[in-house]
């Protein structure tokens, strides 16, 4: 059984950082595209950042967001610097295998459960 588990959430006030984790098991994703979305109350999932061999990020968390990955460990990394309001949301990663690395959510197969941030002002 796939599964991605999301960890590293939690209540920060602005300028502050945190990191996301995203476990997977069931199978080795290093060949695959992994990603981490976002969803705010009220509003659609969005794209944040996204790792194959190349990494992709959106224009509002360029500069401040890392993504990487530890393929020995099946784990994916959200490092999240400068923390502002407007980052609060429920953070999701996935993986696919379709190429090249898309900001669209039906590219990907699997998701996690998701972990809330939650930044104060």
């Known amino acids: 059984q796939v599964q991605l588990v999301e960890s590293g959430g939690g209540l920060v006030q602005a300028g502050d950082s945190l990191r996301l984790s995203c476990a997977a098991s069931g199978r080795t994703f290093s060949r695959d595209v992994m990603v981490w979305f976002r969803q705010a109350p009220g509003k659609e999932r969005e794209f944040v950042a996204g790792?194959?061999?190349?990494?992709l990020y959106t224009d509002s968390v360029k500069g401040r967001f890392t993504i990487s990955r530890d393929n020995a460990k099946n784990t994916v990394y959200l490092q999240m610097n400068r923390l502002q309001p407007e980052d609060t949301a429920v953070y999701y990663c996935?993986?696919?295998?379709?190429?090249?690395?898309?900001?669209?959510?039906?590219?990907?197969?699997?998701w996690g459960q998701g972990t809330q941030v939650t930044v104060s002002s």
């Open positions: 790792i194959s061999w190349s990494t």
């Open positions: 996935a993986a696919g295998s379709r190429f090249p690395l898309s900001r669209a959510n039906r590219a990907y197969d699997y």
